[in-house]
C-alpha cells in the first residue's frame, strides 16, 4: 500500500511541472501577433516521402489518400515536422478543389496524435495539415510563434494551390479552409483564426484557452466555431472553454460528451495521456471524430461521399436523444 502511495505521489510531481507551464499566463509586454518582420525568404521545404494507400476494404465510396511527411520552415523561421493528407481524385467522387484543415495538437504531443482523425477526414475530400508546434514551454513568446506559424501553413497551402507541377495545385479551395486544435493546440486555433481572411470555420477540441485567448473572445469574426469537450477535469482546467464562450461576439454552443476525458479528442492516444488524464474510451474518441467531420462537411460544404449522407445537426440531435451529449446554448456576457 505504501508503495502505491509512494508511486502515485512520483507520478503527480513528475506532472505538475509540464501542467503548471502549460496552463501559466501569457507574460506582459508581448502583444499578440507582433513579431519582428522576417527577412524576404522562400522557406524550404524537405520532403521525407509520400505514401499513397488504396481504399481499405468495405470502404467503398471513401477517397484514397496520400500521406506527405515533411518537413518545412516558417516564415518566422521554425523548422517544423508536417504530415499533409491528400484526397486522390477518382472517376465517381467529387474532384477538386477540395476544403482544407489545418489540425493542432495539444500540449506536449505531436502530430502523430491526430493521424486518424486527419485521415478520415481526408477518407471523406477534406486536405489535412497537422504539423508539429513549436514547444509551448515558452510560455507567452512560445504561444505567438505557433498562433503566426498556423497562420504561415494557411498561406503555404493556398500557394502550393496555385503553384503549377506542386503535388497540392488546383487541390485546395482556398476560400473554405478551417483551423481546428485540440487542448492548447485549440486555443493557437482560435486565436491564429480571428482576424485572419479566409478561415472560414473554427473546431475546438476540448480546447484549453489561455487568458489572452479569451479577452480576444469578442473580436473573434469566424461565426462558423464549433466547440466539442470532456467532461471537466485538471487536464482541461476544469471545461474553461466554456468561458472562452461567453466572452464571444456571438452565441453559441458547448457540446459535452458524456463520459469523455481530455484523451479522446486524440487518436490514437497513448499511456502517457491516459495515466495522466482519466483514461480513454474508445467509443468516445468516435464520437469526437465523427462529429469533428460532420461540422467540417457542413461548414466548408464538403460534398458528401456517404451512403446515406450525414450532418453535424443531426447527429448532435441523436448524441442528445441518446445522452451521448449534453448540449447547453451559451448567450453571451453582455
Known sequence: MKARVFTTLLVALIALPAVALALQ???????????????????????????????????????????????????RGDRLAYDLYIPQAAPGKPAPPWPAVVLNHGFARDKKFHARNARYLAERGVVVLTPNLVSLLGGARAQLACIADTRDHVAWLKARAQTPGDRLYGLVAPERIALAGHSAGGAVAFEAAEGESGVRAVVLLDAVPWDRTIETGQKMTVRRLASLRSEPSGCNMKGN?????AHLGFESDDVRLARGTHCDPENPTDIFCRVFCEGTDAGVRALYQRLFYLFVQDALEVPSVEDPPDSFEEAIRRGVQSRALVVEHVVPKP
Open 241 to 245: 472553454v466554456r468561458n472562452l464562450l
Open 25 to 75: 499566463p501569457a507574460e506582459e509586454g508581448v502583444p499578440a501577433g507582433q513579431w519582428p518582420a522576417p527577412p524576404h525568404q522562400t522557406p524550404p521545404v524537405e520532403i521525407e516521402g509520400v505514401a499513397a494507400e488504396a481504399e481499405a476494404e468495405g470502404s467503398a465510396g471513401l477517397f484514397g489518400v496520400a500521406v506527405e511527411s515533411g518537413k518545412r520552415t516558417t516564415t
